[in-house]
């Protein structure tokens, strides 16, 4: 990008590319764009390049509020040092990581007047992933808020019998 400094979106010319804005919602002077790392929205709020609600810090984490969140309290938790999901990422800061959602969990659920809460973690394009740097949700859950569900499609007891001999791990 040619722009010394970045532009104010509304003055800013340059091309965009949809795939890098705000989940489709809030797109940022290119210039921006291109001087975040990685060209990863996650790491320019790690870097403290983009502003986020922090919620939690340590030498491993990042916990911050979710801008466009499934419910009150929905928050991340990404690994400062980037990956882009599960699979790229070692067992060991994996580990480590899970023990930060614990703690920013414990420390929602006990904050916030929610009954339970979510764990999502998206993988690819296909699983609803937009931001290709590895977060979790944490998405409090109030009563009967609307339903995250797996329970529509009732399974065939032999296609599912045959996908598990099929699948099953050593
Ligand atoms: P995914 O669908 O990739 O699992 O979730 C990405 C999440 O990141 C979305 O829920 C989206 O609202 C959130 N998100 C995207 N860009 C930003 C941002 O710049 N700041 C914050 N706080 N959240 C973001
Ligand atoms: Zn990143």
């Not at 466009?68 to 929905?74: A, D, E, I, M, Q």
């Not at 904050?111 to 409090?140: K, R, W, Y």
Request: hydrophobic share 40%; aromatic share 6%; net charge neutral.
């Amino acid at each position: 990008c040619a722009e010394p400094t970045p532009l104010p979106l509304a003055e800013c010319l340059h091309p965009r590319d949809s795939s890098r804005f705000f989940n489709g919602q809030q797109p940022r002077c290119c210039a921006i764009i291109m001087a975040m790392k990685n060209n990863c929205v996650f790491c320019a709020i790690a870097e403290g390049e983009i502003p986020s609600f922090k919620v939690y810090e340590d030498d491993l984490v990042l916990a911050y509020l979710d801008i466009n969140p499934f419910t009150k309290g929905h928050a991340l938790v990404i690994p400062k040092a980037h990956t882009s999901g599960l699979l790229d990422t070692s067992d060991e800061t994996l580990a480590s990581i899970i023990s930060r959602v614990k703690k920013v969990a414990s420390h929602l659920k006990a904050s916030l007047p929610c009954d339970g809460f979510n764990i999502l973690q998206n993988n690819g394009e296909s699983a609803g992933q937009t931001v290709m740097h590895l977060h979790f949700h944490i998405v409090p859950r109030y009563g009967k808020s609307a339903e995250i569900s797996f329970a529509n499609h009732k399974a065939d007891m032999e296609e599912l019998k045959a996908l598990a001999a099929r699948l099953r791990m050593p």
